[in-house]
């Protein structure tokens, strides 16, 4: 492999996440291991848009708000503007006069129109908190493009450099200001809603902009895999534990499978052999491009492992399920099908399991800022070692886009270390949800926030767990079973028992926060 070339492979975000991969038109590093996208609706065949409403167009109106292209300097060029795409639904809001609520999606590493029917969380509580639905579009993503066009927007490093988490939730305020402003619902509470990549910018938001948003629910938001702060091997850790509960046989199997991989492919016509075995559209250059993709197939599974069909049980059922005497990479290729589908032939590349304009976006965000390490050692995961380097990493980043990452400005401005003591002094109102099979799970901020109580609802051995810090206000909701931002998805006749408690116990937290800030109101205006 070419160790100067850097790809990224995402998961969809951030995203992941799953979360961060770089992207290039040529190979990856040998040495680095595959970030996952961070996004909260995965590969479409997990969930097709069909299966939502089909009249929730009808209910939504597009706006375009003047945006700022640079809130923090005072150059000339600072104050180019762009028009930047937002959403709103205002079938259930109870007006202004009443203060009714608003809750604002935030968007993140793709536009927003799979959000506005992905997103069931806000629409099936509309009604009852007769509150007005804002979704508000990440800049450089969608409709949202500064410079006029995307091919000038991403020209080159200048034009990237206003492409960053900071000016992304300062938009979102000066769109949510200038919302309440125009409707004359200035006391009108705000919840900021975000998933994956877009849960950590709810979060940052309501630590940045406390005065604008009354409280958060950050969903799946690894706000803590930066620096050291999470084990580089935490995602696929978890990704291995997944399939490993699912059945040890497919967990071996898969073990075992890369290096048979490389044995096959060392052979006379070897990559020629794998090609026809996996039905590859084209032939393999190399057997990277072979085990990127059943990488990518795996993490794929897992991070979004929910319910009804858990893709993790469908994999392995494929795997195991295969005829009496198959062969290894047989095995492997049978749970391909049974995950994707039985098609003609399979494209390698990671643009068919993401839109492009994600994949371009999230790697330059993850080459600047957004940079997750995630990596792996010598046995101990199920896939071969892929160890994060953050040399290697910043030079081919530098490379790419001619400017070098900032690995540690995510805990610099955000903070992430000693973060239990940084949040029992001054925040408040944040919900951090975490499905505990979500491989990002492991860089959410459950693990950190000081537990004042704790209840356990028991649902066929799968525990719930509320976790209240020492404010009572700083929350993190685990479902042992849950997956990447399931919670946030609409609601199903199919949800187990434990997700629809999930989501109620954030509804019973977002209506304490706005009842609590009802009464400060009236006291203050009375």
Known sequence: MNSSSLKVLLHWP????????????????????????????????????????ESVSEEFQTFYYNQTLDHFNYRP????????????????????????????????????????????????????????????????YGKSIPFGSREEAFKNASTLGYFNSAQAIADYAEVLIYIKKKLLAENSPVIVVGASYGGMLASWFRLKYPHVALGALASSAP???????????????????????ASESCYKTISESW?????????????????????????????????????????????????????????????????????????????????????SCYYTSNTTDYPIETIQG????????????????????????????????????????????????????????????????????????????????????????DTFFCFCFCFSRVVYMVLKNISNSVLAILTVNGSHCLDLLPAASTDPKWLVMQRKAEVEIIEGWIAQYYVDLHAITK
């Open 14 to 53: 951030i995203s992941i996440l799953a979360l961060v991969i770089f992207f290039s038109t040529t190979c990856v590093s040998a040495t680095q291991p595959h970030l996952l996208r961070l996004g909260v609706l995965g590969r479409t065949f997990l969930r097709e848009p069909a299966t939502f409403s």
């Open 77 to 140: 060029e600072s104050y180019i503007t762009f028009q930047q795409r937002y959403v709103v639904n205002f079938k259930y809001w109870g007006g202004a006069n009443a203060s009714a609520p608003i809750f604002a999606y935030l968007g993140a590493e793709a536009d927003l129109d799979y959000d506005l029917s992905g997103i069931g969380f806000l629409t099936d509580n509309a009604h009852q908190f007769k509150a007005l639905l804002v979704y508000i579009e990440h800049r450089y």
């Open 223 to 245: 706000i803590l895999y930066f620096d050291d702060i999470t084990p580089h091997n935490g995602y696929f850790s978890i990704v291995t534990k997944d399939f490993r509960e």
């Open 259 to 343: 290096s048979e991989i490389d044995r096959v492919a060392s052979e006379p016509n070897g990559l020629s052999i794998l090609s026809k075995k996996f039905r590859i559209c084209g032939q393999l250059n190399n057997s990277d491009e072979l085990k990127d993709f059943l990488e990518r197939t795996y993490s794929i599974a897992a991070q979004y492992d929910a319910p009804p069909s858990y893709p993790v049980t469908v994999v392995c059922g494929g795997i195991d399920g295969a005829p009496e005497g198959s062969d290894i990479l047989s095995r492997i290729f049978a749970g391909v099908v049974a995950f994707r589908g039985n098609m």
């Open 362 to 449: 999230w790697g330059w965000q993850t080459c600047s800022e957004i940079v997750i390490p995630i990596g792996r050692g010598v046995n101990d995961t199920m896939f071969p070692p892929a160890p994060f380097n953050l040399t290697t990493f910043s030079q081919d980043c530098t490379s790419l886009y001619g400017v070098a990452p900032r690995p540690h400005w995510i805990t610099t401005y955000y903070r992430g270390h000693d973060i239990e003591l940084i949040l029992r002094r001054f925040a408040s109102n944040i919900i951090f949800s975490n499905g505990l099979r979500d491989p990002y799970s492991i860089g959410g901020n459950w693990k950190h926030i």
